[in-house]
């Protein structure tokens, strides 16, 4: 059974920053992708980043783009999100997801529990 345990969560101010992590445990991940969604009340799920196996590719959605970034250790199975320069905007439950597709077409097999992340204004 794949399991997830989320962290990094809370509330900061805007223009502040937050670091999530995700360690995920209960299956080979060789190969996998790894990444973050974002879901908001009465929205649909966003894709926000997402990187492959080696590290070297890389994905962002383009409301992102130069503020996040994410990095992952293989060898904690732990995929990491970066946020900085967080605005109101960002402010959502975040889900972690590990799937088998590359970055630029990530799909979320796998999914944590979420975690919530408030940006005050």
């Known amino acids: 059974q794949v399991q997830f345990v989320e962290s990094g969560g809370g509330l900061v101010q805007a223009g502040g920053s937050l670091r999530l992590s995700c360690a995920a445990s209960?299956?080979?991940?060789?190969?996998?992708?790894m990444g973050w969604f974002r879901q908001t009340p009465g929205k649909e799920r966003e894709f926000v980043a997402a990187i492959s196996w080696s590290g070297h590719n890389k994905y962002f959605g383009d409301s992102v783009k130069g503020r996040f970034t994410i990095s992952r250790d293989n060898a904690q199975n732990t995929v990491y999100l970066q946020m900085n320069s967080l605005t109101p905007e960002d402010t959502a439950v975040y889900y972690c997801?590990?799937?088998?597709?590359?970055?630029?077409?990530?799909?979320?097999?796998?999914w944590g529990k979420g975690t919530l992340v408030t940006v005050s204004s």
């Open positions: 209960g299956r080979d991940f060789r190969a996998y992708a």
């Open positions: 997801a590990i799937g088998s597709r590359p970055p630029r077409l990530f799909i979320g097999e796998y």
